[in-house]
């Protein structure tokens, strides 16, 4: 594994938003939900798409907060504009299990 130094670490923006919507993203090649996560006044609500369907539903989502790298340039996914990477570590067959804090805090904190 290649190691990296603070600054390399701090240049990778990761922020914590709530959920305000999610649906599914229709014209996916995977099953994939839309979502609109909120990171506060500074950066405003961004869009996402997140292969997340085996765990989650557009309905348990909402109001959830989740972490994601906001710096990342906007990635086109079929017809739907992804602005943010929502973040995820696999469960033991590979399914995306949401991160997030362990208690609500301010949306728009940056990792660190």
């Known amino acids: 594994m290649n190691q990296i130094t603070y600054p390399d670490f701090e240049k990778v923006d990761i922020r914590v938003?709530?959920?305000?919507?999610?649906?599914?993203?229709?014209g996916a090649r995977k099953p994939a939900l839309r979502l609109e996560i909120d990171f506060g006044p500074e950066i405003g609500i961004?869009?996402?798409?997140?292969?997340?369907?085996?765990?989650?539903?557009?309905?348990?989502?909402v109001g959830r907060q989740v972490a994601a790298v906001v710096n990342f340039p906007p990635r086109q996914i079929g017809k739907f504009?992804?602005?943010?990477?929502?973040?995820?570590?696999?469960?033991?067959?590979?399914?995306?299990?949401?991160?997030?804090?362990?208690?609500?805090?301010?949306?728009?904190?940056?990792?660190?």
């Open 81 to 112: 504009m992804s602005e943010v990477l929502t973040l995820g570590f696999p469960d033991a067959a590979g399914a995306v299990v949401l991160f997030a804090p362990d208690r609500v805090v301010p949306d728009g904190g940056k990792l660190f």
């Open 17 to 26: 938003g709530t959920i305000r919507s999610a649906q599914l993203l229709e």
């Open 46 to 61: 961004k869009k996402s798409s997140a292969q997340i369907t085996v765990h989650y539903t557009a309905d348990c989502l």
